[in-house]
């Protein structure tokens, strides 16, 4: 390199031996979408819900009990400052809770402004799907889970995971009314 090149010319050549000695990328032949959920497991349904639906999970926190609510509402905690109702889903459902409360996680919903905590008897972790796998006929929904599903996601083993969809939760009546 001689003396009187200026920074710009330096760089230049160097990137013009990158360019020059650099190989390109393999096309990409095939893109497949997918769904990005997170899997859970309430009343003995494996269920899933997206992640953008989804404001966080935790650990099931201390929570203090509140006076003439029904009983599936467990109580209140705090959670980086902000009151967390904390939800038996279970129960709710008119079921009852099988884990063993070390396995049981909460599912932070913040959808249409209301900011709820979902008590589940364990979480899975997070799965991706084939979007074009997804089916919107709830294969065989029964249980009292049916109103708040809004279709299934079969894996490649062809377990099914139903779609829980919060937004259908929050605004059902009977979620809201939670006064004894």
């Not at 009983?71 to 889903?89: E, M, N, Y």
């Amino acid at each position: 390199m001689p003396v009187d090149d200026t920074v710009f010319e330096v760089v230049q050549g160097f990137a013009d031996r990158f360019n020059r000695d650099s190989k390109a990328l393999p096309a990409q032949t095939s893109f497949t979408p997918v769904t990005a959920v997170l899997c859970f497991t309430t009343l003995g349904v494996e269920l899933a819900i997206h992640l953008e639906e989804l404001a966080e999970m935790l650990e099931v926190p201390d929570y203090t009990r509140l006076p003439k609510v029904k009983p599936w509402v467990l109580g209140v905690a705090s959670v980086r400052g902000k009151l967390l109702p904390v939800i038996d889903f279970a129960q709710y459902l008119g079921g009852e809770s099988s884990a063993t409360p070390k396995s049981q996680r909460v599912l932070v919903i913040d959808e249409q402004g209301i900011y709820v905590g979902l008590l589940v008897d364990r979480v899975s972790g997070v799965r991706h799907f084939d979007t074009e796998k997804f089916s919107s006929d709830p294969a065989d929904m029964t249980s009292a889970l049916k109103h708040y599903v809004a279709g299934c996601f079969a894996d490649d083993d062809g377990k099914i995971k139903h779609l829980f969809r919060p937004a259908l939760l929050v605004t059902d009546k009977s979620f809201q009314d939670v006064v004894i």
